[in-house]
T-cell receptor
Framework: KAGVTQTPRYLIKTRGQQVTLSCSPISGHRSVSWYQQTPGQGLQFLFEYFSETQRNKGNFPGRFSGRQFSNSRSEMNVSTLELGDSALYLC???FGTGPNSPLHFGNGTRLTVT | AQTVTQSQPEMSVQEAETVTLSCTYDTSESDYYLFWYKQPPSRQMILVIRQEAYKQQNATENRFSVNFQKAAKSFSLKISDSQLGDAAMYFCAYRSPNTGNQFYFGTGTSLTVIP
């Protein structure tokens, strides 16, 4: 079974631009979560989608948004990029949200904002 | 919000020896789940072991085991017979049964395995 696939692996953008990151979950997984990882803040939860609905959202500004499609693939969008948005963005999928549904992570997208 | 603390930014262990990574957490919930994830240089977070808070028995996965002390809110990871492939960042994580897949992660411990 293929793992969680994130594209692209690396991205360089300029401040003020917007960016879209993509995540394909493991086949059969309906929950997709996004996390931001930085050296200073560590891993922080962005949001979670389940069956195309946002179930939960972390403490990030409205510039960060996402969506999930009917095939469970998810995209994350960041508008008006700031230097502080430079980070590794990790996507994780799980079968559900129950106690025996651990997160399975992708390799991440490394975003650099200049 | 729950907080997870890993007080050891870096640890090292000789190959074939045993090492223990510490993790404490703060919560007012009685039911929750705890995880250890490993992140090698490839960046992919890999699940190492998980523990349900209502289970008193400590979880074990091959060379990996935990010491779960619920009253002390402590969840340490023991790696036995350390191998070179164990070198990675290790993250402790907390998950509430009420917030879906919102995990709270510690700041990580970088483990070096010395040949």
């Amino acid at each position: 079974k293929a793992g969680v696939t994130q594209t692209p692996r690396y991205l360089i953008k300029t401040r003020g631009q917007q960016v879209t990151l993509s995540c394909s979950p493991i086949s059969g997984h309906r929950s997709v979560s996004w996390y931001q990882q930085t050296p200073g803040q560590g891993l922080q939860f962005l949001f979670e989608y389940f069956s195309e609905t946002q179930r939960n959202k972390g403490n990030f500004p409205g510039r960060f948004s996402g969506r999930q499609f009917s095939n469970s693939r998810s995209e994350m969008n960041v508008s008006t990029l700031e230097l502080g948005d430079s980070a590794l963005y990790l996507c994780a999928s799980s079968f559900g949200t129950g106690p025996n549904s651990p997160l399975h992570f992708g390799n991440g997208t490394r975003l650099t904002v200049t | 919000a729950q907080t997870v603390t890993q007080s050891q930014p870096e640890m090292s262990v000789q190959e074939a020896e045993t090492v223990t990574l510490s993790c404490t957490y703060d919560t007012s919930e009685s039911d929750y789940y705890l995880f250890w994830y490993k992140q090698p240089p490839s960046r992919q977070m890999i699940l190492v072991i998980r523990q349900e808070a209502y289970k008193q028995q400590n979880a074990t996965e091959n060379r990996f085991s935990v010491n779960f002390q619920k009253a002390a809110k402590s969840f340490s990871l023991k790696i036995s017979d350390s191998q070179l492939g164990d070198a990675a960042m290790y993250f402790c994580a907390y998950r509430s049964p009420n917030t879906g897949n919102q995990f709270y992660f510690g700041t990580g411990t970088s483990l070096t395995v010395i040949p």
